[in-house]
């Protein structure tokens, strides 16, 4: 069963532009909603998380914004740079279970 | 800024050959855990181990896969009798608290099953 759907499933953006993926779940016990970013050749880096209790966190560039009751979030690039041009994976975790549930990945590229 | 290291970097088998893939974590983790990811698939939960004991499985973890901490410091996966689709990349990874803390992901194992 697919537990977490993500769009889109790529992404062109100009550089200084906003990018949005978006991320979708089905059950209402996760508790911990983190995105990763993996480069070519490498693993899934934390990039930032939110716990349920609050709508919104931002980190620099980078905001996710979520609303419990749709059970959706969603993770805002702002002045998007080549540099972050990477897979965006959005994930969800239950706090009890020890294991990350990872969301079916998007491709950004950030173009000049 | 310290590293979850993962050897070999890709490792060809025949078909039923048993494979070992290696992995050093932070040195301070406590928690330590196996994904894979299909190419161009999403990353896929394996296994958690913790305190010398498996304490999370997935249904894709069965009796072929088994986990080991021999040492302090190195934490094994091994498939024992490969197949074709076990092919993918198998990520490492490591936390000093559980999954909630975020995880450091080493850079990977490219398993490539003929």
């Known amino acids: 069963q697919q537990q977490v759907k993500q769009s889109p499933q790529s992404l062109i953006v100009q550089k200084g532009g906003i990018s949005i993926i978006n991320c979708a779940y089905e059950n209402t016990a996760f508790d911990y909603f983190p995105w990763y970013q993996q480069f070519p050749g490498k693993g899934p880096a934390l990039l930032i998380a939110i716990r349920p209790d609050v709508s919104e966190k931002k980190e620099g560039r980078f905001t996710i914004s979520f609303n419990k009751s749709a059970k959706q979030f969603s993770l805002h690039i702002m002045d998007s740079q080549p540099g972050d041009s990477a897979t965006y994976f959005c994930?969800?975790?239950?706090?009890?279970?020890?294991?990350?549930?990872f969301g079916p990945g998007t491709s950004l590229s950030v173009i000049p | 800024e310290p590293e979850v290291t993962q050897t070999p970097s890709h490792q060809v088998t025949q078909m039923g050959q048993e494979v070992i893939l290696r992995c050093v974590p932070i040195?301070?983790?406590?928690?330590f855990y196996w994904y894979r990811q299909i190419l161009g698939q999403k990353v896929e939960f394996l296994v958690s181990f913790y305190n010398n004991e498996i304490s999370e499985k997935s249904e894709i973890f069965d009796d072929q896969f088994s986990v080991e901490r021999p040492d302090g410091s190195n934490f094994t996966l091994k498939i024992r009798s490969t197949k074709l689709e076990d092919s993918a990349m198998y990520f490492c990874?490591?936390?000093?608290?559980?999954?909630?803390?975020?995880?450091?992901f080493g850079s990977g194992t490219r398993l490539t099953v003929v």
């Open positions: 990874a490591s936390s000093l608290r559980q999954a909630t803390y975020g995880y450091t």
């Open positions: 040195s301070n983790h406590l928690y």
């Open positions: 994930a969800v975790v239950k706090t009890s279970y020890d294991k990350v549930i």
